[in-house]
């Protein structure tokens, strides 16, 4: 008797369609005890032991990683999530306040998830129907927010400051041919690399000798430079949240005949808020701005856009791929979106956005920032009452630099590692004032004043070692 062949195994279910979800049911109900069961193993902030111990356990816990045969999807979502979960760096974690790696709100994964399953792919309109009206309407409010008295406000989505940043050289060298960019020294490195990556000179730095642009010195150096000029001022630097003075560099770029742009990457949510908008008046003087919705705006990374004051701006992106946006199609209505975009595929980003901006409102956003912004006082407070600490300044936005007084540098960057490698705390490093500074950067509404007098005591037993 001949041997039945056996049938070949269905393939993978979808997480599209009608039974997309019943599919995914199941497997989310493994994540999310997975992600549960990985945070409560690690019991803190980042996992214990440092780089090589982490990464000899996930070595062991993944073993082959393409395997002949597979196994379950709910077997290597358990088996990996959790580890994935247990060797995290959790911004959800009060004690991990080291870098601008904001916890996302709920409601935003959730909201991710959906883009995800559904996968729209954001380079033609027929790939992505309704998230690209969904873009439009969403990013011309953002621009709105930025330019609200500008006739045709414009923003893009991008990956974040640093694509942020490289587009608003691009644009300034199409428009102007080779361009030179002026920078304060606390401005983001991305300038620098997108000078490199355009063929453009490489930027011309200013003093910061307060932490923020000098106009005398950024004055100083307009008269003496020539040809096309775009300054780039920061709202928010990456050290110490400290915001240029716009107004004045506004004026300055007026007078010399030059370029504003802002990379306001951190500050710039800070339009939320009633309370702390009026730190970015001149922001709607730029050209361009920088912002990022996965900082002060509690998105899951990537959640940023550029800003522009007129929507002509971005012609020069136009870009033709006859199976992506033939003339024909857009002369007959069907909108491209190659010219959104140096990207081609990229993910529905604007959901999350959508989805927290209807949820929340710029009312609710402005309180988070609001209670972030109060928790960096709270700290700098609480600093300046320990005798054995010190604080360089008061906070500007939510990071807060502090070092045990009298410690060396050394013994600064060896606290900071201490506390890496035991898992009980993340805090970042910075250089100010010729000294090492630890940095706290508070993104986490819902840490307590009982987590940043913990910092406080891990930093202070950290010392007496």
């Not at 011309?140 to 930025?146: G, I, N, Q, T, W």
């Not at 522009?308 to 992106?317: E, K, N, P, Q």
């Not at 045990?404 to 705390?425: C, F, K, Q, S, W």
């Amino acid at each position: 008797m001949c041997a039945v062949p056996t049938p070949p195994a269905p393939p993978p279910a979808l997480a599209g369609g009608e039974s997309g979800p019943e599919a995914l049911r199941p497997l989310l109900t493994t994540v999310l005890a997975a992600l549960h069961d990985g945070a409560a193993t690690r019991g803190g902030p980042i996992p214990a032991g440092g780089p090589d111990t982490l990464a000899a356990r996930i070595r062991d816990t993944l073993g082959e990683a393409l395997p002949d045969t597979g196994t379950t999807p709910e077997a290597a979502l358990r088996t990996l999530v959790t580890a994935l979960a247990e060797g995290a760096a959790d911004p959800a974690d009060p004690l991990c306040a080291a870098h601008l790696h904001t916890p996302p709100l709920a409601l935003a994964v959730a909201a991710d998830l959906a883009a995800s399953a559904l996968n729209p792919s954001m380079d033609s309109w027929d790939q992505a129907p309704a998230a690209s009206a969904l873009e439009d309407l969403v990013t011309r409010a953002l621009a709105a927010e930025v330019y609200p008295h500008a006739p045709h406000p414009d923003a893009l989505v991008t990956t974040g400051g640093t694509e942020s940043n490289q587009l608003a050289l691009l644009l300034a060298r199409e428009r102007h041919g080779s361009v030179q960019t002026v920078v304060g020294a606390a401005a983001h490195h991305s300038f620098h690399r997108a000078a490199w990556l355009l063929g453009l000179p490489e930027p011309v730095t200013v003093p910061t000798p307060n932490g923020t642009v000098d106009p005398v010195a950024l004055d100083e150096a307009l008269t003496d430079l020539h040809g096309p000029l775009l300054v780039a001022a920061t709202a928010g630097t990456t050290d110490t949240g400290r915001i240029d003075p716009l107004p004045q560099i506004a004026d300055l770029c007026e007078a010399h005949g030059a370029e504003l742009h802002v990379d306001a990457a951190y500050g710039g949510a800070a339009l939320f808020s009633a309370t702390h908008r009026p730190l970015l008046a001149g922001l709607d003087r730029a050209r361009s701005v920088a912002l990022d919705l996965h900082k002060l705006g509690w998105q899951p990374a990537a959640a940023g856009l550029l800003a522009v004051r007129d929507t002509a701006d971005l012609a020069a992106l136009s870009h033709t791929a006859d199976y992506l946006n033939a003339d024909d199609d857009t002369e007959a209505g069907l909108p491209s979106l190659l010219g959104r975009s140096l990207r081609t595929t990229r993910r529905p980003d604007i959901l999350k956005i959508a989805v927290t901006l209807r949820t929340l409102g710029r009312t609710g956003l402005g309180d988070l920032v609001d209670t972030c912004c109060a928790l960096a006082r709270e700290l700098a407070d609480l600093v300046d009452k320990t005798p054995g600490l010190e604080l360089y300044e008061r906070p500007t936005l939510t990071t807060v630099l502090f070092r045990p007084r009298d410690a060396d540098d050394d013994t600064v960057a060896a606290i900071r590692r201490t506390l890496l490698t035991e898992g009980r705390a993340v805090l970042g490093r910075a250089h100010e004032d010729g000294r090492l500074w630890l940095k706290a950067t508070l993104l986490n509404p819902h840490a307590t004043s009982g987590d940043l007098e913990q910092i406080l005591t891990l930093v202070e037993g950290s010392t007496d070692r």
